[in-house]
């Protein structure tokens, strides 16, 4: 139980999750190295591709964001919340930027010009740089709320707002990002991409930079460097449709699609440790801790569930009360110790006569002891009891107080009955209680068959009452 609730409160970075991470950064790496000399052939355009972009980019986008606000809710680390902020940001300034862009989601630009889809794109990398590198200096000790959720939402929302404004109104203010309206900058304008792409280097080396040993940190690292290799092509290749802008545009939604996956991951992982966790409390709730047979609560709901299902077979269901004769004696005598191995070796002895997948041995209540026997009449539960009577003869556990056999002995009441309509539990288990009762007055170290049809309802309500 302890390892389970350590998985689930510490999910560190595996060492196999590290070497994949290498793997995946080496491939990209690679990639853009092999893409580079290539970025500026032209390729044809592609209908609806970068509207099927944004759609992916939104949709992934505000998943991820959900995911971590709401692990940053639960966890209360304001750290992780602000991770979130920056693929809102993300999810809510692609609206403007394939609104604006030629052939995003019509013909023409809805909204602005083509150079506002370039200064949107600027301002869309930029601000994700600058939420990183805020994400990545921020203490992870500072709590977070949902105060700070709503608000990070709301200020996203306006400076999308703003920055839309400036990209479109405010275009005839801002400098020239377009040649011959058709290659992204030129000379004069350099500046503006060595910003950009400074500014995503930045945010990559202060994730790099990050203490914390967690699969969100080391993803985001893979995703941080695709987002630097997503600006370098994008500016090298100068153009769009080109082979450069094409693969930018694969490892822009890899660089969320990295993180995504990640939380998904983690997820998962922690959904099978409580699922673990949760199946080892239903076993210690189910399960006496002293013998490891069932506990009084199990044997009541599968009473329960086996006689239900008996009466609507028409079949027999029958139930062995047993006590262990004179145990108070025999603790006074060998201590408390003792007893409780007494009762351990007891139960073992139970299992050992039980073989069907249907029967259940639970622990009654101190030194008593009950099986269920689904499917089984008197003959079928006497001939159990009376082979745990001779099992329990083999041992021979001591018990000098229990004359003349001077070794530990039980008393079984058995009653067996098809039940009917207008019958209960409560009518079985009174039946074998009783013959439990006649065994021991008999002389104990004997099996006794119960009558359940004996017992009328109003002797059933009245033995529950006592």
Same mark, same amino acid.
């Given at each position: 139980?302890?390892?389970?609730?350590?998985?689930?409160?510490?999910?560190?970075?595996?060492?196999?999750?590290?070497?994949? =991470?290498? &793997?995946?950064?080496? %491939? #990209?790496?690679?990639? !853009?190295? /092999?893409?580079?000399?290539?970025?500026?052939?032209? @390729?044809?355009?592609?209908?609806?591709?970068?509207?099927?972009?944004?759609?992916?980019?939104?949709?992934?986008?505000?998943?991820?964001?959900?995911?971590?606000?709401?692990?940053?809710?639960?966890?209360?680390?304001?750290?992780?919340?602000?991770?979130?902020?920056?693929?809102?940001?993300?999810?809510?300034?692609?609206?403007?930027?394939?609104?604006?862009?030629?052939?995003?989601?019509?013909?023409?630009?809805?909204?602005?010009?083509?150079?506002?889809?370039?200064?949107?794109?600027?301002?869309?990398?930029?601000?994700?740089?600058?939420?990183?590198?805020?994400?990545?200096?921020?203490?992870?000790?500072?709590?977070?709320?949902? =105060?700070? &959720?709503?608000?990070? %939402? #709301?200020?996203?929302? !306006?400076? /999308?707002?703003?920055?839309?404004?400036?990209?479109? @109104?405010?275009?005839?203010?801002?400098?020239?990002?377009?040649?011959?309206?058709?290659?992204?900058?030129?000379?004069?304008?350099?500046?503006?991409?060595?910003?950009?792409?400074?500014?995503?280097?930045?945010?990559?080396?202060?994730?790099?930079?990050?203490?914390?040993?967690?699969?969100?940190?080391?993803?985001?690292?893979?995703?941080?460097?695709?987002?630097?290799?997503?600006?370098?092509?994008?500016?090298?290749?100068?153009?769009?449709?080109?082979?450069?802008?094409?693969?930018?545009?694969?490892?822009?939604?890899?660089?969320?699609?990295?993180?995504?996956?990640?939380?998904?991951?983690?997820?998962?992982?922690?959904?099978?440790?409580?699922?673990?966790?949760?199946?080892?409390?239903?076993?210690?709730?189910?399960?006496?801790?002293?013998?490891?047979?069932?506990?009084?609560?199990?044997?009541?709901?599968?009473?329960?569930?086996?006689?239900?299902?008996?009466?609507?077979?028409?079949?027999?269901?029958?139930?062995?009360?047993?006590?262990?004769?004179?145990?108070?004696?025999?603790?006074?005598?060998?201590?408390?110790?003792?007893?409780?191995?007494?009762?351990?070796?007891?139960?073992?002895?139970?299992?050992?006569?039980?073989?069907?997948?249907?029967?259940?041995?639970?622990?009654?209540?101190?030194?008593?002891?009950?099986?269920?026997?689904?499917?089984?009449?008197?003959?079928?539960?006497?001939?159990?009891?009376?082979?745990?009577?001779?099992?329990?003869?083999?041992?021979?556990?001591?018990?000098?107080?229990?004359?003349?056999?001077?070794?530990?002995?039980?008393?079984?009441?058995?009653?067996?009955?098809?039940?009917?309509?207008?019958?209960?539990?409560?009518?079985?288990?009174?039946?074998?209680?009783?013959?439990?009762?006649?065994?021991?007055?008999?002389?104990?170290?004997?099996?006794?068959?119960?009558?359940?049809?004996?017992?009328?309802?109003?002797?059933?309500?009245?033995?529950?009452?006592?």
């Amino acid at each position: 139980m302890d390892e389970e609730l350590y998985l689930i409160k510490d999910a560190g970075v595996s060492p196999r999750q590290i070497r994949l =991470a290498r &793997v995946i950064i080496g %491939i #990209l790496l690679l990639s !853009a190295a /092999v893409a580079t000399p290539l970025a500026t052939t032209p @390729l044809l355009p592609i209908p609806g591709y970068m509207s099927g972009f944004g759609i992916a980019m939104v949709v992934v986008n505000v998943i991820l964001a959900s995911l971590l606000f709401a692990k940053g809710l639960i966890e209360r680390k304001e750290r992780t919340i602000r991770l979130g902020t920056a693929y809102f940001f993300v999810t809510v300034i692609f609206v403007p930027l394939i609104a604006a862009f030629p052939g995003g989601l019509m013909e023409a630009p809805i909204i602005g010009s083509t150079s506002s889809a370039v200064w949107l794109w600027c301002c869309w990398h930029t601000g994700f740089g600058l939420l990183i590198i805020r994400y990545a200096t921020n203490s992870e000790e500072t709590a977070g709320t949902a =105060a700070d &959720v709503r608000r990070s %939402i #709301l200020v996203t929302i !306006a400076v /999308v707002v703003l920055l839309t404004l400036a990209a479109t @109104l405010g275009l005839p203010y801002l400098p020239e990002v377009l040649r011959n309206g058709h290659d992204f900058f030129d000379d004069s304008t350099m500046l503006i991409p060595a910003l950009v792409f400074g500014v995503n280097v930045i945010g990559l080396l202060c994730v790099m930079r990050m203490r914390e040993e967690k699969p969100e940190q080391l993803w985001l690292m893979v995703g941080m460097v695709a987002a630097c290799i997503d600006v370098w092509l994008t500016l090298y290749g100068g153009a769009r449709f080109s082979l450069g802008w094409y693969f930018a545009k694969m490892t822009s939604l890899f660089t969320s699609l990295a993180v995504l996956v990640s939380q998904l991951y983690g997820i998962t992982r922690l959904y099978h440790s409580i699922a673990g966790a949760n199946q080892i409390l239903m076993t210690q709730a189910n399960q006496d801790g002293l013998t490891a047979l069932s506990n009084r609560r199990c044997f009541d709901q599968v009473l329960e569930i086996e006689w239900n299902r008996a009466r609507r077979d028409k079949r027999s269901l029958a139930l062995l009360m047993i006590d262990v004769d004179h145990f108070k004696k025999y603790n006074d005598c060998y201590g408390h110790l003792a007893g409780d191995d007494c009762l351990r070796q007891i139960a073992q002895q139970l299992l050992r006569v039980i073989n069907r997948p249907g029967d259940v041995a639970a622990r009654y209540g101190g030194e008593e002891f009950v099986v269920i026997l689904p499917n089984t009449d008197a003959a079928g539960a006497r001939l159990v009891g009376e082979r745990l009577l001779l099992n329990l003869t083999a041992a021979s556990i001591p018990h000098a107080h229990n004359q003349p056999l001077c070794h530990v002995t039980l008393s079984i009441g058995v009653s067996a009955m098809v039940p009917g309509p207008g019958g209960s539990t409560s009518t079985l288990a009174l039946a074998a209680d009783k013959a439990l009762y006649e065994a021991k007055d008999n002389g104990r170290n004997q099996v006794c068959i119960g009558r359940p049809e004996l017992f009328s309802p109003a002797a059933t309500s009245a033995f529950l009452m006592n």
